[in-house]
């Protein structure tokens, strides 16, 4: 006899290396905004999520968590790094992950995407500002030294390991919406012409490096997971992101995976 459709959306979900995920249903991230002057998590969040894991939720990420205080997406974000009050991280992730919810935080650096009113000198792959009248908003970034980029994909290891502390059953990368891990990956937005830009295996190197970098800090059996756009439709940009992560050099000694 066949199943269901809701069925099928409640038969539990195992990842490679063994943790399950109850259900099918996940909650993407989302960036709530809730985030203290020192941006820390407000009480909020964890009421919120524990409100979202009490209905059911197999798989939930946060929202768009920033692994450095000096480069926010937004007023309001929360970060996680060295300077962070973790009671709160750690009140997050307990009420979250009622209900034997798996809560992942996503972690993220916006690059160029800080609007103007929060800094005035942004940093990209390239400096190249954005365009479609976003320029009003955001200032041209400034080209990030080799240096800077070795220090930001060790925020992005320092946050997680932080995170796993914390009780987060997870970390999900956040490589889409044009953010600077997208931002890396795309022709468009990095004309480097050293190790990190050129080919797509040159492009790829930045995240494939934030991965062995966070492995290194939380361990080969702590669930990693990347969010990144199949396109960003535009002229020299991403296309079949996925693809590109997929089918390059070094992603068989270091997977992304969610599940078998």
């Given at each position: 006899m066949a199943i269901t459709n809701e069925q099928e959306l409640a038969i539990p979900f195992a990842l490679a290396n063994g943790i399950e995920i109850k259900n099918r249903f996940c909650k993407s991230a989302m960036s709530e905004g809730l985030g203290t002057r020192e941006h820390n998590p407000k009480p909020d969040l964890a009421v919120l999520y524990q409100t979202w894991a009490e209905g059911g939720i197999g798989l939930c990420a946060t929202g768009n968590v920033m692994i450095d205080r000096t480069a926010l997406g937004e007023p309001g974000n929360v970060v996680l790094d060295e300077e962070s009050d973790l009671s709160e991280f750690r009140r997050w992730a307990r009420e979250g992950s009622v209900n034997d919810t798996q809560l992942w935080m996503q972690s993220n650096h916006p690059g160029k995407q800080i609007p103007n009113l929060?800094?005035?000198?942004?940093?990209?792959?390239s400096a190249i500002g954005l365009e479609a009248g976003l320029e009003k908003g955001f200032n041209v970034p400034r080209a990030?030294?080799?240096s800077e980029i070795e220090a930001i994909?060790?925020?992005?290891?320092t946050s997680a390991r932080l995170a796993k502390e914390c009780g987060f059953g997870g970390v999900q990368i956040h490589g889409?919406?044009?953010y600077l891990v997208s931002q890396f990956l795309s022709s468009r937005h990095n004309q480097r012409d050293d190790q990190w830009g050129g080919l797509i295996e040159n492009?790829?190197?930045f995240v494939l490096a934030v991965l062995e970098a966070i492995r290194g800090e939380v361990g080969e059996e702590y669930p990693i997971g990347i969010k990144l756009n199949s396109a960003d439709f535009m002229n020299d940009g991403l296309e079949y992101g996925v693809l590109c992560v997929s089918s390059a050099?070094?992603?068989e000694k270091n997977p992304i995976e969610y599940g078998d």
């Amino acid at each position: 006899m066949a199943i269901t459709n809701e069925q099928e959306l409640a038969i539990p979900f195992a990842l490679a290396n063994g943790i399950e995920i109850k259900n099918r249903f996940c909650k993407s991230a989302m960036s709530e905004g809730l985030g203290t002057r020192e941006h820390n998590p407000k009480p909020d969040l964890a009421v919120l999520y524990q409100t979202w894991a009490e209905g059911g939720i197999g798989l939930c990420a946060t929202g768009n968590v920033m692994i450095d205080r000096t480069a926010l997406g937004e007023p309001g974000n929360v970060v996680l790094d060295e300077e962070s009050d973790l009671s709160e991280f750690r009140r997050w992730a307990r009420e979250g992950s009622v209900n034997d919810t798996q809560l992942w935080m996503q972690s993220n650096h916006p690059g160029k995407q800080i609007p103007n009113l929060v800094c005035k000198e942004p940093v990209a792959p390239s400096a190249i500002g954005l365009e479609a009248g976003l320029e009003k908003g955001f200032n041209v970034p400034r080209a990030l030294e080799e240096s800077e980029i070795e220090a930001i994909i060790q925020k992005f290891a320092t946050s997680a390991r932080l995170a796993k502390e914390c009780g987060f059953g997870g970390v999900q990368i956040h490589g889409a919406h044009g953010y600077l891990v997208s931002q890396f990956l795309s022709s468009r937005h990095n004309q480097r012409d050293d190790q990190w830009g050129g080919l797509i295996e040159n492009r790829m190197g930045f995240v494939l490096a934030v991965l062995e970098a966070i492995r290194g800090e939380v361990g080969e059996e702590y669930p990693i997971g990347i969010k990144l756009n199949s396109a960003d439709f535009m002229n020299d940009g991403l296309e079949y992101g996925v693809l590109c992560v997929s089918s390059a050099a070094g992603v068989e000694k270091n997977p992304i995976e969610y599940g078998d």
